[in-house]
């Protein structure tokens, strides 16, 4: 890497490559970052009973989240305090949290009560044997915990993005969809995918049509960041002054974006085929935001705030650090990216969907899908959209290792919540030195 590489431009953002492939700096991310931050668990529909256990693992730490006979939620590090055993396996409701190996058992609120033979451990003080204990909180129906205890309190994190999420009440939706697969590239090559819509043109350019990446809006919002994408519109790239010539594209595009209502995808197709003509200054953004807004009052999620292109605008909220929710009202479609292990070269994606509960609702759909380099493949289990996306992950992770490329180069405004995630996590390692 030459001089001229990196400083001809002092004001260029540049990421070292090494960031994403690094055995050594993903361990650093295990002990300065992830042991630190809060983080996602589940939804509390997922421990709705007494006794409902929620496993998960936080890169190689196991732990388990549990409803509590109080009704509270607790989180543990899931480990047996006599050999290491995991003691739970899998998600399910229990009474007690009881090791396979030896036998010895926990309550529900991480108490020992039961070691086989305790004579011969000296009769040990129950409150040693404690099952340690992780901080908890809520927020829009999510469960977040955080294994530090000298952590800022949930509330204080969170706060930069509440109020603008508040009015989508995610608290009231229910799961539609978890579907997850692993991906060969680093986790942050997975969330910075899904923080930019410069990508769009090029990745999804059947989308320009009716998204408009250029007038997108980027904000830092405390450790986390906000874009809100317009949407139902053409691309600002393309110039195109009179809709009318493009409205069956349009069209085409927004139909699979949103759940509208069966007579307003009717009302759409009929404006698509020409069948209704807009009048002159009316533009398709206006029709879907009205449909929008109709469609969330007829149910029962209109917010007094929403105004204008809130009714339609995608709100990404970027939930430090790899946690992306989007939500329109009355829908949320999120996606989060959690590292494989010590694995800088592999994640696991998760595409979360959550509605508000419908009468004729069916069980959420929950899978783990093995991973495919195949395009068809890929479209029929993703659609349309995310299988674009699908293929520049494994490449960029690819390209990162080649060696040829030291660092990566951010744009400065449209690339912005990219950098900030770097300078985010910078800040956590900071105060944590490698060991
Ligand atoms: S390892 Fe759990 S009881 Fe022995
Ligand atoms: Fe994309």
Redesign the pocket.
């Known amino acids: 890497v030459t001089v001229r590489d990196v400083t001809s431009r002092s004001d260029l953002r540049l990421v070292a490559t090494e960031r994403y492939t690094s055995p050594g700096f993903a361990r650093r991310e295990a002990d300065g970052l992830w042991g630190h931050v809060w983080q996602m668990v589940c939804r509390e529909e997922d421990v709705a009973a007494v006794g409902d256990c929620w496993t998960h693992v936080i890169v190689d730490q196991p732990i388990v989240v549990v409803r509590t006979p109080s009704g509270a939620l607790r989180a543990f590090h899931n480990v ?6 995991l ?1 739970q396996r899998d998600c399910a409701n229990t009474t007690e949290l009881r ?6 058992c926990w309550s529900l609120d991480g108490e020992n009560t039961a ?2 033979d305790p004579e011969e451990f000296g009769w040990p003080d129950p409150e040693v044997l404690r099952l340690p204990e992780l901080r908890l909180a809520t927020w829009g129906g999510f469960v977040f915990v955080n294994p530090d205890r000298e952590a800022p309190p949930f509330e204080e994190w969170i706060a930069p993005l509440a109020a603008d999420a508040a009015p989508y009440r995610m608290a009231d939706m229910r799961w539609q969809a978890v579907v997850s697969t692993t991906v060969p590239c680093n986790w942050k090559v997975g969330v910075e995918a899904f923080i930019e819509s410069y990508h769009i043109p090029a990745t999804h350019p059947q989308g320009t049509c009716a998204t408009d990446d250029t007038s997108a809006v980027y904000e830092e919002r405390g450790e986390h960041g906000l874009m809100v994408i317009s949407m139902g519109r053409p691309s600002g790239r393309l110039g195109i002054l009179d809709e009318t010539p493009i409205l069956a594209d349009m069209v085409d595009g927004v139909i699979p974006l949103q759940k509208l209502l069966p007579h307003q995808l009717e009302r759409l197709r009929r404006i698509g085929d020409g069948s209704e003509v807009l009048p002159p200054g009316v533009k398709l953004r206006d029709v879907l935001i009205d449909l929008s807004r109709e469609r969330a009052v007829a149910g029962g999620w209109a917010d007094p705030s929403f105004e204008g292109g809130d009714w339609y605008d995608q709100h990404e909220f970027h939930v430090f650090p790899n946690l992306v929710l989007g939500v329109i009202p009355g829908e949320l479609f999120g996606f989060r990216f959690l590292p494989d292990g010590l694995d800088p070269d592999s994640c696991t994606f998760e595409m979360l969907s959550l509605r508000f509960p419908e009468p004729d609702q069916r069980p959420a759909k929950r899978a783990h899908v093995p991973y495919s380099g195949d395009d068809e493949a890929r479209r029929a289990t993703w659609g349309a959209i995310l299988h674009q996306d699908f293929a520049n992950l494994e490449s960029v992770q690819r390209g990162m290792h080649s060696g040829s490329l030291h660092h990566v180069r951010l744009a400065r405004r449209q690339e912005l919540l990219i950098a900030h995630l770097h300078d985010v996590i910078d800040n956590y390692l900071a105060r944590r030195p490698a060991r």
């Open positions: 047996c305090r006599h050999r290491g055993n003691i090791c396979s190996y030896h036998g010895w070691i086989v």
